[in-house]
């Protein structure tokens, strides 16, 4: 029972472009939600979050919008960097539990 | 200076040996967590210990334990591995429960089990 799904497992921009991943949930109960990058042989990265009473958060070139009535979310990344070649994992969470529940990734390649 | 360490980066046993990995954070968070990453690259939740005290369990085999000596610190038992335990096992750390604050997670310890 996958609650967080990204349906894109990978996806190649060229540099300078806009990168947008992908998220969507099932738990209407979910009022947090975060993204993680991940580099090979190493643990998820927090990178930006949002929580449900807003629809968009931004910090530098990374954005975070949410659509709560479709229950889903997307990660702009403007401009895109070589640097920012990794694995990208959207997470859920309600208030209060204790348990963040992960999409299954969405490898990103940012062609120089 | 690491916030959150695991030990061993790889494990390679056989099946019915029991093992340990270690974990610790120096961040002072209060909730530590264990995930498990399989095959498919879903990374799912087995434990979480808030002040030494389990608040999740999320259907695991009880061959698996987790052990935590203090705040700083909680260790994944495994008794009579199989090979379906094979996979990437991440430790994780959080100031209070996941609903407010982000996990800050160790590299992952990836178990072969042969």
């Known amino acids: 029972d996958q609650q967080v799904k990204q349906n894109s497992p990978s996806l190649s921009v060229q540099e300078g472009r806009i990168s947008i991943l992908n998220c969507d949930y099932t738990?209407?109960?979910?009022?947090?939600f975060l993204w993680y990058k991940k580099y090979p042989a190493e643990g998820p990265t927090f990178l930006i979050s949002i929580s449900s009473i807003k629809d968009k958060n931004e910090d530098g070139r990374f954005t975070v919008f949410l659509n709560k009535s479709a229950k889903h979310l997307s990660l702009h990344i403007v401009p895109s960097q070589p640097g920012d070649s990794a694995v990208y994992f959207c997470a859920a969470s309600e208030t209060g539990a204790n348990n963040l529940f992960f999409g299954t990734g969405t490898r990103l390649t940012v062609i120089p | 200076d690491t916030a959150v360490s695991q030990t061993p980066k790889y494990l390679v046993t056989q099946m019915g040996n029991d093992k340990s990995i270690k974990c610790e954070q120096n961040?002072?968070?209060?909730?530590m967590y264990w995930y498990k990453q399989d095959s498919k690259k879903f990374l799912k939740i087995m434990f979480s210990?808030?002040?030494?005290?389990?608040?999740i369990n999320e259907t695991v085999p009880n061959r698996f334990s987790p052990k935590s000596p203090d705040k700083a610190h909680l260790n994944l038992h495994i008794n009579s591995l199989e090979l379906g335990d094979s996979a990437v096992y991440f430790c994780?750390?959080?100031?209070?429960?996941?609903?407010?604050?982000?996990?800050?997670f160790g590299n992952g310890t990836r178990l072969t089990v042969t």
């Open positions: 961040l002072g968070h209060d909730t």
């Open positions: 210990y808030n002040n030494k005290e389990l608040i």
């Open positions: 994780a750390s959080s100031p209070t429960g996941t609903g407010v604050s982000p996990l800050h």
């Open positions: 738990n209407s109960m979910f009022d947090y």
